[in-house]
């Protein structure tokens, strides 16, 4: 319910970001999928179900890659490499060796990141979101979310006013906003 209005916000300010795809919501919504690619954002597989991948059996971490795949790419969506390998981001970051060694071997490369604005906490405003991630330098991944794991519809109005403000806040430091793959090469 909220994609559009983050695409919008980050068209307007001239940004890129990485999207991690839920695959049944890329199922659901298969235009909303091609929008956000079509629109020069990076897409990566976050699983089909959204499991905490470090409980998950590595054929399960294995399973849920690939139907998110599927998903993704019955959309007609590819998801961004790095180095030749797909992006991932583990549902809440977890992940335990097992869980890398299973990533690594479906051909996927895992990102994370370094600053969180906690978007995802019941109660959180633009304004708190938004300095939480006001600090953010040169480098930082920044993560954010347009939707909810178990809804798609969720509120994610906040995250959407955080937006705009970190990309006001860091645009007049001077700061460009770039895929997970341009960081990557840009840090070379």
Not at 67 to 92: K, N, Y
Not at 119 to 148: F, M, N, P, Q, Y
């Amino acid at each position: 319910r909220f994609t559009e209005s983050l695409l919008s916000v980050l068209e307007r300010h001239g940004a890129h970001a990485t999207f991690f795809l839920i695959g049944k919501w890329a199922e659901r919504e298969p235009a909303l999928a091609r929008e956000v690619q079509a629109a020069g954002h990076a897409v990566g597989n976050h699983t089909f179900t959204h499991p905490t991948l470090a409980l998950c059996s590595g054929d399960r971490v294995q399973e849920e890659l690939s139907r998110c795949r599927g998903a993704v790419e019955d959309a007609g969506v590819t998801f961004s490499e790095v180095d030749g390998a797909a992006l991932i981001r583990p549902p809440w970051g977890r992940r335990r060796p097992a869980t890398l060694r299973a990533i690594r071997g479906a051909g996927y490369v895992p990102v994370t990141w370094s600053v969180t604005g906690w978007d995802w906490r019941k109660g959180e405003t633009a304004d708190s979101i938004a300095g939480r991630c006001g600090k953010a330098k040169d480098g930082d991944v920044i993560l954010l979310h347009d939707g909810v794991h178990t809804e798609p519809a969720g509120d994610r109005a906040a995250s959407v006013g955080a937006t705009e403000k970190i990309l006001e806040r860091l645009s007049a430091d001077g700061y460009r906003f770039v895929t997970v793959p341009e960081l990557v090469a840009a840090a070379g």
